[in-house]
């Protein structure tokens, strides 16, 4: 009885210092970058359609992100849900046309707390975009393809709208847009 006794209770010390070592050695703080992460726009329809205005011209869309200081399996979680990871800027409070530099926040995978990764730095670091007029002309043809942020023809007997983004003005300040024609058969 007394060697079953001392067997569980070196069990149950070995089982302690088990779990310690890996809390604490196998288990470290890691860092992790993380790149391809896609940009987006909070704000964006309501500013198109309240405003008027699109966000138009070449920014960068994808970042990366170095995130630091996570345990090693928070990490690992948020490596394999990264593709949910976003970068989101904030465009409800735009109201002018003009080039825009912004910062953007990281938005985490509901599998990974925010809490368990202390800190994280972005490049870039901020955003530049446009924000640009819209104009609706109508045709027989055409729609912008917000994705591509072409115009793409879009064929129909049916008149439809195109939104065609206004250029800034000003001196040596334009955009060249592509066209499109629709040949109804």
Excluded at 57 to 77: C, I, M, P, R, W
Aim: with cysteine; hydrophobic share 40%.
């Amino acid at each position: 009885m007394k060697s079953k006794l001392f067997s569980l209770i070196v069990s149950v010390l070995a089982a302690m210092c088990l779990w310690v070592y890996v809390m604490t050695v196998v288990n470290p703080d890691v860092d992790l970058t993380i790149g391809n992460i896609p940009v987006t726009f909070s704000g964006a329809e309501v500013l198109r359609e309240d405003h008027g205005l699109v966000i138009t011209g070449d920014y960068q869309e994808f970042v990366s992100v170095h995130f630091y200081y996570g345990k090693n399996a928070d990490l690992k979680t948020l490596d394999q849900h990264k593709d949910e990871i976003k970068a989101v800027i904030d465009v409800s409070k735009v109201r002018s046309t003009k080039d825009y530099t912004m910062s953007y926040d990281i938005t985490l995978p509901s599998a990974v707390s925010a809490s368990s990764i202390t800190k994280m730095d972005k490049s870039p670091a901020n955003i530049t975009f446009t924000v640009e007029r819209q104009i609706r002309k109508p045709s027989k043809c055409g729609a912008i393809s917000p994705a591509s942020r072409s115009l793409r023809a879009i064929c129909s007997t049916a008149p439809a709208l195109i939104l065609i983004p206004l250029p800034l003005r000003g001196p040596g300040v334009g955009r060249q847009y592509r066209r499109s024609r629709c040949n109804h058969h």
